[in-house]
């Protein structure tokens, strides 16, 4: 089986095989200040640098300037990966895509899954890229107009990144602490894996649980994310 390695510390060995099972689709889901963003942001670009597998952000809910800003905190330059064709940005909050971050013509018109799509797939032909990170699914989600309708249009995007060949993570935003340990968001059971973080806010920690990766052996349990200047590392 071909693995993708995280290259997050504490994060592969967590899998028997040591990483994700390549082409997987993974739901990370969580609330606010769980870490979400940037347990994804280190996959791409420990992935960039590492691995040589170039990546791609799609960020439906913060301007990518942003983004940028506050991945340097961490020491990682997401704009001189930019350059180098690494990891491309796609600014779906604006519905557009800049030309710095790729060099493609987007028609500018409402933000559905199908222009998702059409962005992601002309992206990952143009770089090359093994990795993606979608953040976060939630927004998609809330112009739809039923459960079906949202259960539909997620198969669709499961179905479609695995014809890509890319290994995603997909940012799900949980609105109560259970989801993810009691209860799971309707498209929780259309990806290949879960993966939770929660904030303990009586303890004051972060702490991840893989729920489900097809095709990999894992180990169960809760574990702690120490969030240092470096990133994330996962204790076991």
Do not use: C
Request: net charge negative; hydrophobic share 40%.
């Amino acid at each position: 089986m071909a693995v993708v390695k995280t290259g997050i510390d504490g994060m592969d060995s967590l899998f028997s095989e040591g990483g994700y099972p390549s082409g997987n689709s993974i739901l990370v889901v969580g609330g606010p200040g769980a870490g979400k963003t940037i347990f994804s942001m280190q996959f791409l670009y420990e992935g960039a640098t590492k691995y040589g597998e170039n990546g791609i952000f799609v960020s439906l809910l913060e301007h990518p300037e942003k983004i940028r800003k506050h991945a340097l905190k961490f020491g990682w330059d997401i704009e001189a990966l930019g350059e180098e064709g690494k990891l491309t940005l796609i600014d779906a909050v604006t519905q557009r895509v800049k030309k710095t971050d790729i060099d493609m013509k987007v028609a500018r018109r409402g933000l559905d899954m199908s222009h998702l799509l059409g962005i992601l797939e002309q992206t990952v032909k143009d770089t090359g890229a093994k990795r993606v990170v979608v953040d976060a699914i939630s927004a998609l989600a809330l112009s739809m107009s039923d459960i079906f309708e949202v259960r539909t249009e997620m198969l669709r995007l499961s179905l479609s990144l695995a014809e890509m060949g890319v290994t995603t993570l997909i940012i799900s935003e949980a609105k109560r602490n259970d989801i993810g340990t009691s209860e799971f968001p309707v498209e929780a059971f259309l990806f290949d894996g879960i993966i939770t973080l929660h904030l303990d806010s009586d303890a004051q920690k972060r702490r991840l649980a893989i729920r489900k990766m097809r095709g990999a052996k894992h180990t169960l349990g809760s574990y702690v994310v120490d969030l240092s200047e470096d990133g994330i590392k996962i204790i076991a």
